[in-house]
């Protein structure tokens, strides 16, 4: 993966994107103080999304940062060690991997459309 900034990306993250981090919030059941938290397996969750935020969603480092209220360089530091430890067997780490892919590949499952209308009724409700 090339972690240079090539092209300009945007600062925010996209609401599918939301929507995939509320979903394994939901799984979990994690509040936005135990996602920003230190206490384990809290940050191992947290770096697989940064990871399926990053690859799947082609989010910038930046805004993967904002989020989740951390500099860009421990999301650019998070993503590569995802990396790694993916290309070895570390089971705590593959077991959550494979959860959030489930999510991941569900994209019409109750809890992302949940949050999807959620979305989209506070951003017309704005308006």
Do not use: C
């Not at 394994?24 to 770096?47: A, G, M």
């Not at 989740?68 to 790694?84: D, M, P, R």
């Not at 959860?99 to 989209?120: A, C, G, H, R, W």
């Amino acid at each position: 993966m090339n972690y240079e900034n090539v092209g300009a990306k945007p600062t925010y993250l996209s609401d599918e994107a939301i929507a995939f981090i509320n979903a394994v919030k939901k799984k979990y059941d994690l509040t936005d103080e135990r996602i920003f938290s230190r206490y384990r397996p809290f940050p191992q969750i947290r770096q697989v999304m940064y990871y399926y935020l990053r690859n799947k969603f082609q989010g910038s480092f930046v805004a993967i940062g904002k989020y989740f209220k951390k500099n860009h360089a421990t999301v650019i530091h998070a993503v590569k060690q995802s990396e790694l430890i993916l290309g070895n067997e570390h089971d705590d780490f593959h077991y959550i991997y494979e959860e959030i892919e489930q999510i991941y590949k569900n994209k019409t499952s109750p809890e992302i459309l949940d949050v999807m209308f959620e979305l989209n009724y506070r951003r017309n409700a704005i308006r």
